[in-house]
Every structure is written in C-alpha cells, then in structure tokens.
C-alpha cells in the first residue's frame, strides 16, 4: 500500500468515528427511557476503596454499593425512583424524546455506512454550516464590544443566526438526499446477496468499512478523553496542578479501574473493546510464531478466535447492564477465562510442530528448544494462575471453569511432550519398536479422557449457572454448542477409534505369527513400513508384516496390502462361498474330478473379486477377474504357466498402483 492509499483510509477511517461516539452517546442515554443519563465514576469514590484489587469481596469493591448515602451529584437515591415510576412513560414528552433518540441513532448508523465520497460530502456541508455559526457568534461578540466601547448610545441590532444560514449554498447537502441513499444502498445490498450471498456481503462490507480499524481508533479515544478527565480530576482534588507528575500505584490502578468500566458500559463501547482484545491476541499469536518458527492461518487466528470468545462472555454475562464495580468483577473474570483460552490456543499452535519435529529427526536444537520453551510456559503459567486464584478467592463456579480450563491445558502440554518423547526415542532406535503405537495410543486416550470428563463437569457447571445465578439465551446456546461438539461427538469420535482398534486386534489374533525359522527363510522387509521383521504375522496369502503395521492398515479395509486377498472371514462366510458358486459362473461340463476348480474369492459383503477356473487336463486357464469399479467381469486366458506367471505379477503390479493410501482421521493413521 503507497503513501496515497495509507493517508486516505487514515482519512477515511477518522470520518467514520464521530457517528459512533454519538451512537455511543445515545446508548449511554438508553434512548431517553432513563433519567439518569450518566452516571460518572470520580475519583473520590475509587479512592474510597481501602483495598481495592485483592480481598475477599472479589476483584476491589466499592462501598457505593453498600453505602447508600456515600453518593455523587450525578446519582440518584432509590427514593427518587420511585417518584420517577410515578410518572408515565408514556406522556408525550418522554415519547418525543424516545423518537427524537432513535432518529439520532439511525441517522449515526447511516452515516457510518456511507461510502467514502458522499461522507467527504456530508463532513463538507457540515464543516461550511460550523463555519458559518462561528463566524455568526464571532461577528456578534465584535459588534457588542464596539457598541460598548463607544460613549454615545446606538441602539443594538440583533441579527438572528438563520439569516446567515440562509445564505449558505446548500446545494451539495440538497444532492445526497437522504431517503434516496438509503434505497440506493437498501439495492445494492439485495443485488450483492441474491448473487453472491449474505456471507459476501457482509465480507465486502466489513472491509469496506475498516470496522476493526474504525472501532479500535473510537475506543482508544474514548479512553484518552476518560484519562484525562481523571488526572484532572486528581489534580483539581489535591490543588496541585505538579501532583499530575507524583502519581502512584493507587492513582495509577484507579484510573485503570475507572477506563475498564467506562470502556465497556454500551454496546458500541464493548465492540470497541473487543478490537482492541483482537489486535492485542493476534500479536501475541504472532509472538509465539516467531517463537515456533511457523506460520499461521488467517481464518484461524488469535485474534479472531479471542475477540469472538471475549465478545460471548460479555454478552453472555450481561456485561453492559451491569453497574461499577459488579461490571468491573466480572471483566476481570472474563479476562481470566480468556486467558486460558489463548493457552488452549498455544497448545493448538505447538503441537503438531512437536510431532514435526519428533518425526523428522530434525537436528536443528534451536528448534526443539524453542518448542519445549513454549510447552514449558503453558505448564507452568496455569499453574502459576491456579496458586494465586485458590490463594485468594473463595469457591465459586467462576473459579470451577477457570482451574478446569487450565487443567486441560496442562494435562494437553503433557501428553503433547511424551507422545514427543516417545517418537523422538523411536527415530534414534536402531530396531523396530512394535509397542510404540500401543503407547502413544495409551498416553492419547489418557488426555482426551482427562477433557472428556472436564467437559461433562463445565456442562454441569454451566447449568448451575443458568438456573440458580444468571440465565440468559445466548447462556442456554453456548451450553448446547458444548454439549454437542465438546461432550457427543468427542464420545462419538473415541467409541469408533476405540472400536476400530478392538476389531483390528481380533484380526490380527486370528493370524498365525511367524517363527524364528520362518523369518530366517523369508529373509525380507515388512512391506508396509520398510523395516526389519524381528516378529511378524502371516496372511492367508503367506504374506509377512509387522502386527502393528498391519493393524494400521486394518484400520481401512481388510484386504492384504500386496495382493488384496481378504484376510479376515468369519466361519459362516467360508462356508457359504465353499457351497455356493459365485453368480455367472458355471462350472465346466463333465462330472470327472478333472472337471473345472472353482476358486471364489469374495470379501465379508459378498463382493466377488477374482473368480479363477482350471481346467487340469489342459494347459490353457481362465482368470475371470471381476473389475469392482466398473462392474464387469473381465475374461482372461493364458496359454503356459510361464505367460500365467508373467500376467499374474502385471496384476500385482497394476493393483498397487491402484492402491491409494488411506488416512483415518479420527486416528490419525
């Protein structure tokens, strides 16, 4: 991006903050249905707390709360509210002013949406009448200083400020009639979904508007203008205007205090606060890259995923209706929740570049010092979180799903680093190691039993929450979205890889295993994993692999890996294709025991694959290989054994190259 193109979406981005404070502003207002407009937090009644961080209240508490007297010009006493449910909320007054409200927050809205070209309009046409208003009061201060100056009495002529609007060439304003932008727009968005869908118009949008940018410059002036407003403030209470210099700890916190709870009392005030959460994760995101030396997806970053979860937790907990120091407790809590998170995060991020590493017998130390850096902080700083949480804050089910988002993370960090250990100590063994895979197997089942059972607890604990302290549908979602993804289908996902597992064992067992003097004689390699054959298992098609080699590959289908013999048949199975001739075969006509030799060889479906026939008088034999993919039985006849032989190795061949390799994704294998 050049210079132009920075400056101008600079430019762009700074036009489109003013609208959102003053949706702001109407928001703090609740549309004119509360009289107590604002309600502001001085710096007298933050100072008032003793100890205002760690006690046994909770994060800090103010004695506003219990103290009803203890309060400022701008509160109101419960008394009062009560004269004010007295009178009608539905009198014209409070009706016009409802209307008057929702008219400034749609005309903000509007505004906000507006293309680049026409709010350059706008800002024009209301630059040119604040022009005009100052030059008004400018030009009547001036005459009233001269008229007072003189010693003979002139009689004073007031000129109204609507004959100096009047003269205001209004032309441009007249242009970008309001209703029609709004139809214009209204079409252009009907267009943009009936071709493409809501997903790219919303896409578009959000990029047109540089809704991240817009709303993080928004909040960081907010909080600006609420710094100031209480360094002020402390300075006007101690009459020094050089105290502004000596702040301290206690200074430093309430002003931090102050902007958190100002920084999200109102809709437009928490989505700016969610931004800023996003830029703040998706840097330490990037952080742990450089770290890791990795790079990261952009749909799947920190920073989207944490300003999601930050803005669920805010709506789910109620964050903008509540008041001080209730709103100020549970950010904090909010802020530990998403800490936890980003560690979850981490792990996600560290993981698959331990197994990387282990698989590769990466010589590069550098490398796998860094990554047990990273595993070493997300061990070590749930700890450190727990310690300080439990040391200082009774039972509640805040702290439940706090230490049972951090056990997750630790037990995960462990399992990632033995299953590490595990592989590395196998890329450096000169023999194969056949128990390997039971015990990555074990450690695996262990961590996502461990989540599995932290997952029903959360549940629980999210349903004591919902009925005995706060309620709430956005609540009621999230804990069906957990119960789904989190608890069924996580049961789901380890009863099939667990039975899988079962059944591939029970195959396995029903193979005969390989002698000392078998191996000796066969003197080869496993085909699946090119290692030495210390042990093996025998197919019926007298085939030799590993037991854990061919276990894996049990996992995907049941068919020898060299010739696609099927290796595992029930009795029941046998014997129906021992009575019974494949379909569309018939043997050979004569009733001598030289007759055709039928040879079925079918799967545990009934599929024929390769039916062969033999005539032993003859020298001449048929193949019938029936191709599964096409359905049709291909007829083969071949004249001596030597052209047999020769045809029957091109097969082989042509079926390994046919044979695609298979991943199961539950496992991994």
């Avoid at 201060?141 to 100056?149: D, F, G, K, P, R």
Wanted: glycine share 4%.
């Amino acid at each position: 991006m050049n210079l132009q193109a920075q400056a101008l979406s600079i430019l762009d981005t700074a036009l489109r903050v003013p609208p959102l404070f003053v949706m702001d502003e109407v928001l703090k207002c609740c549309f004119g249905f509360s009289n107590n407009m604002h309600v502001r937090y001085r710096y007298s009644n933050f100072l008032a707390d003793e100890n205002p961080f760690l006690n046994a209240e909770g994060f800090g508490r103010s004695p506003l709360e219990d103290d009803p007297t203890n309060l400022t010009d701008d509160t109101h006493t419960p008394d009062d509210d009560d004269d004010d449910d007295n009178t009608s909320l539905l009198s014209p007054s409070t009706l016009t002013k409802i209307l008057v409200f929702l008219l400034v927050y749609m005309t903000a809205m509007v505004v906000f949406l507006l293309t680049s070209k026409r709010l350059q309009q706008m800002y024009l046409v209301v630059g040119s009448m604040a022009t005009v208003v100052a030059g008004y009061q400018l030009n009547m201060a001036t005459m009233q200083h001269l008229l007072a100056s003189t010693t003979t009495a002139t009689p004073q002529h007031n000129f109204p400020l609507v004959y100096s609007l009047l003269s205001l060439n209004t032309s441009a304003l007249m242009d970008m009639n309001g209703i029609e932008v709004v139809v214009e727009g209204y079409r252009y968005a009907r267009r943009v979904m009936t071709d493409f869908g809501l997903h790219a118009l919303l896409e578009s949008e959000w990029v047109r508007l540089n809704v991240p940018n817009v709303l993080r410059t928004f909040w960081v002036i907010r909080v600006i203008q609420h710094v100031m407003s209480l360094v002020a403030e402390i300075v006007y209470a101690r009459g020094d205007y050089r105290s502004i210099f000596l702040l301290g700890v206690e200074d430093v916190y309430v002003i931090f205090k102050a902007v958190m709870i100002q920084g999200c009392e109102t809709a437009v005030a928490l989505l700016g606060m969610t931004s800023v959460v996003s830029y703040v994760s998706h840097y330490v995101g990037v952080l742990f890259q450089m770290i890791l030396l990795t790079t990261e997806d952009d749909e799947r970053s920190m920073g989207t995923v944490c300003a999601i979860l930050f803005f669920i937790l805010a709506e789910q907990s109620g964050l903008t209706v509540m008041e001080g120091e209730k709103r100020f407790v549970r950010l904090c809590r909010n802020f530990c929740l998403l800490f936890t998170a980003m560690l979850h995060f981490i792990h996600n991020m560290v993981n698959p570049v331990l197994m990387s590493l282990s698989a590769s017998c990466n010589p590069a130390m550098y490398r796998h010092t860094r990554a047990l850096f990273v595993c070493l902080l997300l061990f070590s700083l749930p700890l450190v979180l727990l310690y300080i949480l439990w040391s200082f804050y009774p039972l509640s089910t805040w702290l439940l799903a706090v230490s049972a988002f951090s056990i997750q993370v630790v037990v995960k960090t462990l399992v990632s680093v033995l299953i590490y250990s595990l592989f590395l100590v196998d890329a450096y063994r000169n023999q194969f190691w056949e128990r390997l895979d039971d015990h990555v197997y074990y450690i695996s089942a262990f961590g996502n039993s461990v989540e599995f059972v932290f997952g029903i607890l959360l549940f629980f604990n999210g349903a004591w929450i919902y009925f005995f302290e706060s309620g709430g549908s956005i609540r009621a979602f999230m804990m069906c979205v957990h119960a789904y993804f989190n608890i069924w289908c996580e049961a789901k996902n380890g009863w099939t890889v667990f039975m899988k597992r079962r059944t591939a064992v029970k195959k396995i067992d029903s193979l005969p295993e390989a002698t000392t003097d078998q191996l000796s004689a066969h003197d080869d390699v496993c085909a699946i994993c090119f290692q030495e054959l210390q042990s093996a298992r025998i197919t019926r098609c007298n085939h030799y692999f590993h037991s854990v080699c061919l276990r894996k590959w049990l996992y995907v289908q049941d068919s020898c890996p060299l010739c696609h013999e099927i290796l595992y048949r029930t009795e029941s199975h046998e014997n129906t294709h021992a009575q019974t001739p494949a379909p569309g075969i018939h043997p050979a006509e004569g009733g001598d025991e030289d007759n055709a030799h039928t040879q079925a060889h079918t799967d545990e479906q009934g599929n024929t694959d390769v039916i062969q026939g033999e005539n032993m008088n003859t020298t001449n034999r048929r193949d019938i290989v029936i191709d599964n993919e096409v359905g049709e039985a291909v007829i083969q006849r071949q004249e001596n054994s030597e052209e047999n032989s020769q045809e029957n190795n091109e097969e082989n061949s042509i079926l390994r190259r046919r044979r695609e390799s298979h991943i199961d994704e539950d496992i991994g294998q």
